[in-house]
């Protein structure tokens, strides 16, 4: 079936991808499997405690957290946008969570996903309606969730550990924040992959215009979008006060750019259109096994700013180059 | 008489008067508003010079971020270099501190540390414009990986304690007043004359627009867009240092955690001012209006014990607003 002869009536469904292409993508995605597995090797050579099964869940657990904030960049990634406010979003949404949890706790959760949501679409708004670049308006927005955060909270707020008993379960290991962040992998993954809204916005991301003019509703979209970014960073905010048991107000300052940093080296594109959340995710598990190792060999934790600064350049500056030398391949 | 109202009128209605007077407009609004609601207390002049002391730290931020603006980038580790260079300066100047700094800077005396805290400042603006220019990253990207890598660094100079006794200079010349202004306001003052002379009346200033206008008409027409930028990143950084050496005056004090609030502070100053984050718009009067209305505004909410983490909301929400209020301006105008 050729999908360019043959318009389907709603015109936007693109082809679906064929053997030969998810076969080089499985290959792609073992790419960074690699990348892993040689990570792996270097980090056992140097530290017999790294292949062991406690500190294996520990970088899983480390990854749940960033890897739910990655999950909401990675769709404003994808629609072209930026989301600076992931982190704050979290903070605000971990001590709602955490402040209403020994009276009602399943309120506290909504409340906090709620707040999240709304401040979303409030940067939706922004960069819809009110004509603001994404990162401009993400970033007030992250001014906003942060103060509000300090307004809930003044200072750190723990949860009585009873509580939390069902988040610390685990199943070997998997402990119930990385399922979580396991299972809203896949849900996007298969949203962005096998349905009409998921389609659109690589539509959106790839070239607005013709998206619009193609008839996708642009503005719906990008509302929707920076929502549900606003709901995933609270969800994630929830899950570090399963993990921490306490909800902090200051917490996750730079996080945003760890969440781009870690998709980025994920193969997502900086500017919209492309990428694969599954590999975003496994972006996110190379990020923290680095993190990891640097904690195994006891290197100063101010070095390791440095380092992670460091990362975070090279992985961007080479994903900009070569998306510049893509178009100008086209061109 | 009539026509003197229609001029006044035609001129009120066009959109460029909003965009060059609005934020002006607002102020002075905002001063009554203020006036009015405090009872008198807002306007008092101790309370006028308390605004001002406070504004100028902000606003040699402001006037450096502007320029960056201006050439269509935007540097988000003023902050952090700010922190650095007064680390620098405080500690490598003052021989008591630099025997208690747990990271090591050796004492080099008052001035040669001053001069190496401006010097880190323009390094980082140079490296922050290399990343920019050469790699090509875009700026907020690569400034938030300098503030990583800045924050990273002050930890290690420093062994994470903060700066207590810096030379007595900083905090003398901090209470120096001349006419019962603060030396600071001064420097304020004086750097925006700079400032608007760079862009008001020398070739630089008119390529700067030019590039953040259009950077391939720019490049093109035969400016090199490439050392323009490089040039924006390095008076950026040095207005941190300089903003760095007046934080260290006023307080006598800096840490890791100092001045977490003035990044925001210092972007919604410029917006509120009218100083397009696409580039090539805004000047001066822009950017020392909107610190100034901002200022004015924190200072109401002050007086008013408002909660500065309110402070840090509603900042956000100037932002939001004021960015969307130009960009329907300008599509007015179009």
Same mark, same amino acid.
């Given at each position: 079936?050729?999908?360019?002869?043959?318009?389907?009536?709603?015109?936007?469904?693109?082809?679906?991808? %064929?053997?030969?292409?998810?076969?080089?993508?499985?290959?792609?995605?073992?790419?960074? $499997?690699?990348? =892993?597995?040689?990570?792996?090797?270097?980090?056992?050579?140097? %530290?017999?405690?790294?292949?062991?099964?406690?500190?294996?869940?520990?970088?899983?657990?480390?990854?749940?957290?960033?890897?739910?904030?990655?999950?909401?960049?990675?769709?404003?990634?994808?629609?072209?946008?930026?989301?600076?406010?992931?982190?704050?979003?979290?903070?605000?949404?971990?001590?709602?969570?955490?402040?209403?949890?020994?009276?009602?706790?399943?309120?506290?959760?909504?409340?906090?996903?709620?707040?999240?949501?709304?401040?979303?679409? $409030?940067?939706?708004?922004?960069?819809?309606?009110?004509?603001?670049?994404?990162?401009?308006?993400?970033?007030?927005?992250?001014?906003?969730?942060?103060?509000?955060?300090?307004?809930?909270?003044?200072?750190?707020?723990?949860?009585?550990?009873?509580?939390?008993?069902?988040?610390?379960?685990?199943?070997?290991?998997?402990?119930?924040?990385?399922?979580?962040?396991?299972?809203?992998?896949?849900?996007?993954? =298969?949203?962005?992959?096998?349905?009409?809204?998921?389609?659109?916005?690589?539509?959106?991301?790839?070239?607005?215009?013709?998206?619009?003019?193609?008839?996708?509703?642009?503005?719906?979209?990008?509302? %929707?979008?920076?929502?549900?970014?606003?709901?995933?960073?609270?969800?994630?905010? $929830?899950?570090?006060?399963?993990?921490?048991?306490?909800?902090?107000?200051?917490?996750?300052?730079?996080?945003?750019?760890?969440?781009?940093?870690?998709?980025?080296?994920?193969?997502?594109?900086?500017?919209?259109?492309?990428?694969?959340?599954?590999?975003?995710?496994?972006?996110?598990?190379?990020?923290?096994?680095?993190?990891?190792?640097?904690?195994?060999?006891?290197?100063?934790?101010?070095?390791?700013?440095?380092?992670?600064?460091?990362?975070?350049?090279?992985?961007?500056?080479?994903?900009?180059?070569?998306?510049?030398?893509?178009?100008?391949?086209?061109? | 008489?009539?026509?003197?109202?229609?001029?006044?009128?035609?001129?009120?209605?066009?959109?460029?008067?909003?965009?060059?007077? &609005?934020?002006?407009?607002?102020?002075?609004?905002?001063?009554?508003?203020?006036? !009015?609601?405090?009872?008198?207390?807002?306007?008092?002049?101790?309370?006028?010079?308390?605004?001002?002391?406070?504004?100028?730290?902000?606003?040699?931020?402001?006037?450096?971020? @502007?320029?960056?603006?201006?050439?269509?980038?935007?540097?988000?580790?003023?902050?952090?270099?700010?922190?650095?260079?007064?680390? !620098?300066?405080?500690?490598?100047?003052?021989?008591?501190?630099?025997?208690?700094?747990?990271?090591?800077?050796?004492?080099?005396?008052?001035?040669?540390?001053?001069?190496?805290?401006?010097?880190?400042?323009?390094?980082?603006?140079?490296?922050?414009?290399?990343?920019?220019?050469?790699?090509?990253?875009?700026?907020?990207?690569?400034?938030?990986?300098?503030?990583?890598?800045?924050?990273?660094?002050?930890?290690?100079?420093?062994?994470? @304690?903060?700066?207590?006794?810096?030379?007595?200079?900083?905090?003398?010349?901090?209470?120096?007043?001349?006419?019962?202004?603060?030396?600071?306001?001064?420097?304020?003052?004086?750097?925006?004359? !700079?400032?608007?002379?760079?862009?008001?009346?020398?070739?630089?200033?008119?390529?700067?627009?030019?590039?953040?206008?259009?950077?391939?008409?720019?490049?093109?027409?035969?400016?090199?867009?490439?050392?323009?930028?490089?040039? !924006?990143?390095?008076?950026?950084?040095?207005?941190?240092?300089?903003?760095?050496?007046?934080?260290?005056?006023?307080?006598?004090?800096?840490?890791?955690? @100092?001045?977490?609030?003035?990044?925001?502070?210092?972007?919604?100053?410029?917006?509120?001012?009218?100083?397009?984050?696409?580039?090539?718009?805004?000047?001066?009067?822009?950017?020392?209006?909107?610190?100034?209305?901002?200022?004015?505004?924190?200072?109401?909410?002050?007086?008013?014990?408002?909660?500065?983490?309110?402070?840090?909301?509603?900042? &956000?929400?100037?932002?939001?607003?004021?960015?969307?209020?130009?960009?329907?301006?300008?599509?007015?105008?179009?």
């Amino acid at each position: 079936m050729n999908p360019i002869s043959s318009p389907s009536p709603d015109g936007h469904r693109l082809p679906r991808p %064929s053997t030969a292409a998810s076969v080089l993508r499985f290959i792609a995605g073992n790419e960074l $499997l690699l990348v =892993w597995l040689v990570l792996a090797a270097a980090a056992s050579l140097v %530290s017999p405690f790294f292949l062991t099964e406690t500190n294996l869940r520990n970088i899983l657990n480390q990854s749940s957290v960033l890897g739910i904030l990655a999950c909401a960049q990675f769709l404003v990634v994808v629609i072209g946008g930026f989301d600076l406010s992931v982190a704050a979003v979290l903070a605000l949404a971990s001590v709602i969570f955490a402040t209403l949890a020994p009276t009602a706790p399943l309120a506290g959760a909504l409340l906090g996903i709620a707040a999240g949501a709304s401040l979303g679409l $409030l940067s939706g708004v922004a960069v819809t309606l009110g004509r603001v670049t994404p990162m401009i308006a993400t970033l007030g927005v992250m001014g906003i969730a942060r103060g509000l955060a300090f307004v809930v909270a003044e200072k750190s707020v723990s949860v009585p550990p009873a509580l939390l008993e069902p988040f610390k379960a685990t199943i070997w290991l998997f402990s119930v924040p990385v399922i979580v962040w396991l299972v809203l992998a896949a849900v996007l993954a =298969w949203m962005l992959a096998r349905t009409r809204f998921g389609r659109n916005l690589y539509a959106i991301g790839g070239n607005e215009r013709s998206a619009r003019l193609a008839g996708v509703p642009v503005l719906k979209r990008k509302l %929707s979008v920076y929502a549900l970014s606003g709901a995933l960073s609270a969800i994630a905010g $929830l899950a570090l006060v399963g993990r921490t048991s306490s909800g902090v107000p200051h917490v996750g300052a730079g996080w945003e750019l760890d969440s781009i940093a870690a998709i980025v080296i994920g193969g997502a594109r900086l500017f919209g259109g492309e990428g694969n959340i599954l590999k975003a995710m496994m972006g996110v598990i190379i990020y923290q096994t680095v993190a990891n190792i640097m904690n195994l060999v006891s290197l100063n934790p101010f070095y390791q700013d440095i380092v992670k600064a460091i990362v975070i350049i090279v992985v961007v500056g080479v994903s900009v180059m070569r998306a510049a030398r893509q178009q100008g391949g086209r061109s | 008489m009539s026509t003197l109202i229609e001029v006044a009128g035609t001129r009120l209605r066009s959109p460029r008067f909003w965009q060059e007077n &609005g934020t002006l407009a607002v102020l002075l609004l905002f001063v009554v508003f203020a006036t !009015v609601v405090s009872e008198g207390v807002f306007i008092r002049p101790s309370n006028l010079i308390t605004i001002l002391y406070q504004a100028s730290i902000v606003g040699v931020l402001v006037l450096g971020q @502007s320029l960056v603006v201006i050439a269509g980038g935007l540097d988000l580790s003023i902050v952090a270099v700010l922190i650095l260079s007064a680390t !620098v300066m405080g500690g490598a100047g003052s021989e008591q501190q630099s025997m208690m700094m747990l990271g090591g800077l050796p004492y080099i005396g008052l001035w040669p540390a001053v001069f190496a805290g401006f010097l880190t400042a323009a390094f980082f603006g140079l490296i922050n414009g290399l990343m920019v220019t050469a790699l090509r990253i875009p700026a907020f990207i690569s400034t938030l990986a300098t503030t990583l890598l800045v924050g990273g660094i002050i930890l290690v100079v420093t062994g994470g @304690s903060p700066i207590y006794y810096p030379d007595p200079f900083f905090t003398n010349f901090g209470n120096a007043k001349l006419f019962d202004l603060p030396a600071p306001v001064y420097v304020f003052f004086g750097l925006a004359a !700079v400032v608007w002379w760079l862009l008001n009346h020398t070739s630089f200033g008119r390529k700067l627009y030019a590039v953040g206008g259009s950077e391939r008409a720019s490049h093109y027409s035969g400016l090199s867009v490439f050392v323009m930028r490089l040039a !924006v990143f390095v008076l950026c950084g040095l207005c941190a240092g300089l903003a760095g050496f007046l934080f260290l005056s006023r307080t006598g004090y800096i840490s890791y955690a @100092s001045g977490a609030d003035l990044l925001m502070t210092t972007i919604a100053s410029l917006v509120v001012g009218g100083i397009s984050l696409a580039g090539g718009v805004g000047g001066v009067k822009h950017a020392v209006s909107g610190v100034l209305l901002l200022a004015a505004l924190s200072n109401f909410m002050n007086i008013m014990l408002i909660s500065p983490h309110i402070q840090d909301a509603v900042n &956000g929400f100037v932002i939001l607003i004021a960015v969307s209020t130009y960009s329907y301006i300008n599509s007015e105008k179009a």
